[in-house]
């Protein structure tokens, strides 16, 4: 998919009253795990590397499709 609106992995940001956010904001919570590497090996900086970004919105359209889209039942 092009946009996260129907993703379980997506949180979107809500009002005071519980309703969707009319910016379209919201946040990817997929749980990205990082391969281990062989003991041989080693990532730069002696330690795992962290994704950054994850903001996504509902109004917006993504350049690419999402390797992870889950659609949410419900």
């Not at 092009?2 to 949180?11: D, G, I, L, P, R």
């Not at 003991?39 to 996504?56: E, T, V």
Request: aromatic content about 10%; glycine content about 10%; overall charge positive.
């Amino acid at each position: 998919m092009k946009n996260c609106t129907s993703c379980q992995y997506a949180e979107w940001a809500k009002t005071a009253s519980g309703k969707l956010h009319p910016s379209g904001n919201g946040q990817c919570k997929y749980k990205y795990k990082v391969p281990a590497l062989p003991q041989s090996m080693y990532w730069l900086g002696r330690c795992d590397p962290i994704p950054n970004g994850g903001r996504i919105n509902r109004h917006k359209e993504l350049k690419d499709h999402c390797a992870y889209f889950g659609r949410h039942d419900g």
